[in-house]
């Protein structure tokens, strides 16, 4: 590995942990919040769909917070990692490095907190019984290609 490349991982990981400290720092919760967020939206949805609107879908709670996460972390990703070179103004001003850095840094931020996510949706999908099959061998690949995504919407 070249010094140049060596540098980049020591700027990337620096941000990385720079983003998780802040975003924690003054939240009561903290990292809690990263799933209590997502809960309180199956829940009021749940609530909505099953029973002001009723819609039949079995374990619905379930199949909503299957969609919920990896559509929150496209929204966050990409809203946050647009703005981090502004966000990072005085970053970007004072030291020499590839600014494309900071984008990234920004969504491998928020992958933590999607993983986590999806952590927590994996054993929930096994408590609600609905068990582990060959499809989940996808999983990896699904999540893969959805980082890479939101990385390049926040190019």
Same mark, same amino acid.
């Given at each position: 590995?070249?010094?140049?490349a060596?540098?980049? !991982?020591?700027? !990337?990981?620096n941000? /990385?942990?720079?983003d998780?400290? /802040? =975003?924690y720092?003054n $939240?009561?919760?903290?990292?809690? %919040?990263?799933?209590?967020?997502?809960?309180? $939206?199956?829940?009021?949805l749940t609530? *909505?769909?099953?029973?002001? &609107?009723?819609?039949?879908?079995?374990?619905?709670?379930l199949?909503?917070?299957? @969609?919920? /996460?990896? &559509?929150?972390?496209?929204?966050? @990703?990409?809203?946050?990692?647009?703005?981090?070179?502004?966000d990072?103004?005085?970053l970007?001003k004072? #030291? =020499?490095?590839h600014?494309? *850095?900071?984008?990234?840094s920004? #969504?491998?931020?928020?992958v933590?907190?999607f !993983? +986590?996510?999806?952590l /927590?949706? $994996?054993?929930l +999908?096994i408590?609600?019984?609905r068990?582990?099959?060959?499809? %989940?061998? %996808?999983?990896?690949?699904?999540? @893969?290609?959805?980082?890479i995504?939101v =990385?390049? $919407?926040?190019?």
């Open positions: 590995m070249t010094a140049g060596h540098d980049h !991982l020591y700027i !990337l990981y941000l /990385i942990s720079k998780f400290k /802040i =975003r720092r $939240m009561s919760l903290g990292i809690f %919040w990263s799933l209590l967020n997502p809960l309180i $939206m199956v829940i009021v609530y *909505v769909f099953t029973r002001v &609107f009723p819609s039949g879908i079995p374990n619905f709670p199949f909503v917070l299957i @969609g919920l /996460i990896p &559509f929150n972390f496209f929204s966050l @990703g990409w809203a946050t990692g647009t703005n981090s070179i502004l990072n103004a005085a970007v004072k #030291v =020499r490095f600014r494309e *850095v900071i984008p990234i920004v #969504v491998l931020g928020n933590i907190h !993983l +986590i996510q999806v /927590i949706l $994996m054993l +999908i408590a609600f019984g068990g582990v099959n060959r499809q %989940w061998l %996808w999983l990896p690949v699904v999540l @893969g290609l959805e980082i995504f =990385r390049g $919407m926040a190019l």
